[in-house]
């Protein structure tokens, strides 16, 4: 109590707040038993207010607190008593409620403000799944799950799982029903979900085309009443039969759609229309489809419908008609916006980048995707009824040309001008092409481009190359980043032997269009001149990649593993050719040739007569299967062979010998005799004919002997003569020439120096060389060839050496790349360029 102040009635309220007062001390209240007992005692609770004592200092009372006179504490802290005041009167009430203090503590509890001592809070109830409710909710969700697991199926592609998933849906869905009927909510059915699952289904049948299930189902909506605009499905009928070919059919239900459709849905019924007139095309009720049209170009007008409008106005020749279906087609509103709202303004910022943030969106790519099938379906329009409006086709396209000109496609103009020009050319008149083409060389650059490239083509398929090297240059100073005029460009150069140049324009064209395959392809063919085999092969793999099933790029594939000496890729490539190319006999002819020097006789064996069979004029074909026979001693068969070489070559008394050979080779001694004769009649100088009579004539003891004795002695006495004069005439020159250049050795060298620059002395000096010496003995040249040709009395018959095949594909220089042509069409590919085919397709599409 030594701590403890009374404070006297005169002191200051409010004084002594500052001091400390162990009274207050919170550190031992579990050790003081008077807190304690009051804590657990009903002393401890609030005592109810009374008006006896108002809990205020007001009205001269002391105030209940330890600074006004109180009761002597009974704690042994010296705390002061809270559970009565002075006179044994209740403690008055504090505005604040102490906390973890309640009214309701009973005897016994410990203290738990937080209620701690009761454990975490039970789990929250789960609902019970037994439930008939519960059970038709989870089947809907799994039914909503698999409809929509059918539909991503159907996005990605994957049609049986779309399928798949539909059924089990439907499954489901029919499980869900009869959940509701035993719970006795039959009337509570989802007719929603239901519609939406035979819906879903009917369609993957249509997509899996299965025809009739799908019928089926869709018949099963239709014909419930319940489902509301249910009928608009006999348009998805009618596409089914459509697809059947089942027009009448597709027609009724057409009509029957059309009539369920109120006239509020303007734009359905137009569709629908627009069906029925394209059915009625198929049917060839082009009357019937021009109602349809007619109706749907005065409601709401559009461009398929005026297109198939003036294709059924052309099918019944109305010339009149035609004319007012174009000017309406050119008419049609497209609903897009002018492109000059795309052009930026240079003064403002934002404009500027809200305008390249829309430049490439999917409205403005979906607005140019409308105006190209525009433009498309105008210009088919405007070729197909050109030749027929007017006596001329020009007068037709003049018209066209007018009519376009004073529409909203002006640009269209010009490219009709050129497609004039390109009808000129498929009717072989090449001036009047090229009059048209001349007409553009003063308007804009695009189309003056568009008409050299189209010119320097033309020139240079005439191989007028000066001509076409001057369109070409006009035609990249008009647009140099057109990539045919850089092509055309490229051919006038390699036409000059000057490859390294010609390539670089080929690699221009590239730059400029990476997928231009006329370049690629070109550059290739430029490579491989100059020796480059590896770079070459490397382009016509990339144009591979990209011409999966080009017959031309696998033929130059197989060529140059050829000449990188890879016959195995060789073979491999010409046989992915003749998948492409089955019956090509100049390619199965080259697959003989490979399996051949590889040494697979029967492999070459079946390629040559493959090629024989599609292509029986081959010489050097014909020539090897001869050989083959004659070498496995079937001279019988080899017969045939040589008896068509014959025919083809029947000044070369090589093949007939043969005929004669085999016949005496398979003991048919009479047939070789009347053989041999007849080709001595044919050529009575033929030394090596006369032998084999001399022989055959005294195996047989004929009389004739004799005879062919006397004239193969006269034919071996001229030989000898023609040889001694050529071999005179020889040593003659030679004597002549070597004197004359020993008096004149330096005014020669002089003039080859300054002749140099114009002529090659040695290509003229060989040209000379070779005219004499066929000039002096050009008979017995040919006989001692022939000779040297055949094989002796006693020699057995091998075949000459394998030529190297030309396989080159023929195609005219620039001209759009084509199918490989047969052998009949092929020539040397180091005589002339054009078998190079360096294609580059021109024309416009």
């Not at 409710?133 to 799994?142: F, S, T």
């Not at 007008?301 to 279906?325: H, Q, S, V, W």
């Not at 027929?388 to 007018?402: L, M, Q, R, S």
């Not at 980043?481 to 032997?497: D, H, Q």
Request: proline fraction near 4%; aromatic fraction near 8%.
């Amino acid at each position: 109590m030594e701590h403890v102040h009374l404070a006297a009635e005169e002191d200051d309220l409010y004084s002594g707040y500052n001091d400390y007062n162990p009274t207050f001390d919170s550190e031992e209240l579990d050790n003081d038993a008077g807190f304690q007992q009051a804590v657990r005692t009903s002393h401890g609770r609030r005592p109810p207010m009374t008006a006896k004592f108002p809990g205020t200092a007001i009205g001269g009372r002391a105030l209940g607190t330890s600074f006004g006179s109180r009761m002597p504490m009974a704690s042994s802290m010296g705390r002061p008593m809270t559970g009565a005041v002075q006179d044994g009167a209740a403690r008055p009430m504090t505005a604040v409620r102490a906390a973890g203090y309640s009214s309701a503590m009973t005897r016994g509890s410990t203290f738990d403000p937080l209620g701690q001592s009761k454990g975490p809070a039970p789990p929250l109830e789960g609902k019970s799944e037994d439930t008939p409710d519960e059970k038709v909710k989870i089947l809907e969700k799994k039914v909503n799950d698999l409809i929509e697991e059918s539909c991503l199926a159907h996005g990605l592609g994957d049609l049986q799982l779309s399928l798949d998933r539909a059924k089990e849906a439907g499954r489901k869905e029919r499980a869900l029903v009869r959940q509701r009927e035993q719970s006795g909510n039959a009337d509570h059915i989802n007719l929603d979900l239901t519609y939406s699952v035979l819906f879903n289904l009917a369609t993957q049948y249509a997509n899996n085309d299965m025809y009739a299930e799908a019928l089926n189902t869709y018949q099963v909506i239709v014909k419930n009443k319940m489902f509301s605009n249910a009928g608009r499905l006999k348009v998805n009928m009618a596409n089914i039969h459509f697809k059947q070919k089942n027009y009448p059919k597709a027609i009724k239900l057409y009509r029957m759609a059309l009539d369920q459709i109120s006239n509020s849905h303007k734009e359905m019924r137009i569709k629908i229309m627009q069906n029925i007139g394209v059915v009625f095309i198929r049917m060839g009720q082009y009357s019937d489809a021009i109602t349809s049209f007619e109706h749907i170009m005065s409601e709401c007008p559009n461009i398929k419908t005026g297109f198939n409008l003036i294709l059924c106005y052309y099918a019944i020749g109305d010339r009149e008609r035609m004319k007012k279906a174009f000017q309406k087609l050119i008419c049609v509103p497209l609903g897009i916006d002018e492109e000059d709202k795309y052009i930026p303004p240079n003064d403002d910022t934002h404009a500027n980048l809200v305008i390249e943030a829309i430049k490439n969106d999917k409205l403005h790519q979906m607005e140019r995707e409308r105006k190209a099938l525009a433009e498309k379906f105008i210009m088919t329009s405007a070729k197909l009824i050109a030749p027929a409006i007017e006596a001329t086709f020009a007068a037709g396209f003049d018209w066209c040309v007018d009519m376009v000109k004073s529409s909203q496609y002006v640009e269209l103009a010009n490219d009709l001008e050129i497609n004039k020009a390109i009808t000129y050319l498929r009717q072989r008149d090449f001036n009047q092409a090229v009059e048209t083409l001349k007409t553009f060389e003063k308007k804009d650059s695009r189309v003056k481009s568009a008409a050299a490239t189209n010119l320097s083509f033309l020139y240079f398929l005439e191989k007028d190359y000066d001509q076409a090297d001057r369109y070409a240059d006009l035609a990249m100073t008009a647009d140099r980043y057109n990539p045919a005029a850089l092509i055309n460009k490229g051919n006038t150069v390699f036409v000059k032997k000057d490859y390294e140049k010609a390539a670089e324009f080929y690699k221009e064209a590239l730059r400029n269009d990476s997928s231009c395959t006329e370049a690629l392809y070109n550059l290739g063919l430029t490579y491989k001149r100059l020796g480059r085999l590896e770079e070459s092969l490397d382009c016509f793999l990339k144009l591979h990649a990209i011409l999966r099933n080009s017959a031309q790029v696998m033929w130059q594939l197989a060529n140059l593993f050829e000449m990188l000496e890879d016959p195995h890729q060789a073979i491999e490539w010409l046989m992915q050719l003749i998948t492409v190319t089955p019956t090509d006999p100049q390619v199965l002819a080259k697959l003989g040739e490979l399996y051949d020097s590889e040494g697979d006789k029967s492999q070459a064996f079946q390629y040559y007569q493959e090629s024989f069979r599609y292509f029986p004029s081959n010489i050097d074909v014909i020539e090897w299967l001869g050989a083959y026979y004659i070498d496995t001693q079937f001279c019988e068969k080899a017969i045939q062979y040589f008896e068509r070489a014959t025919l083809i070559q029947p000044t070369q008394v090589k093949w007939q010998l043969m005929v004669a050979s085999c016949y005496r080779r398979s003991g048919n001694y009479q047939k070789a005799l009347e053989t041999y004769k007849d080709i001595h009649r044919k050529f009575p100088e033929n030394v090596e004919c006369l032998r084999f009579l001399v022989r055959l004539c005294t195996d047989m003891g004929m009389k004739e002997v004799q005879d062919y004795a006397t004239k193969l002695k006269k034919v071996e006495k001229m030989k000898e003569i023609r040889e001694q004069r050529v071999k005179s005439a020889r040593e003659g020159s030679a004597r002549g020439t070597r004197r004359e250049g020993s008096a004149s050795s330096e005014v020669d060298i002089k003039a080859v120096s300054h002749s140099e620059p114009k002529h090659s002395p040695l290509l003229a000096q060989g040209r000379d060389s070779g005219h004499s010496s066929h000039g002096t003995s050009a008979k017995g040249e040919r006989l001692s060839a022939k000779m040297r040709a055949l094989p002796g009395s006693n020699e057995p018959y091998e075949a000459s050496s394998q030529r190297d095949i030309d396989a080159s594909y023929v195609d005219p220089l620039g001209a759009p790349m084509e199918r490989p042509k047969t052998a009949a069409k092929k020539r040397n590919e180091e005589d002339e360029f054009a078998d190079e085919e360096l294609g580059d397709d021109l024309l416009p599409e």
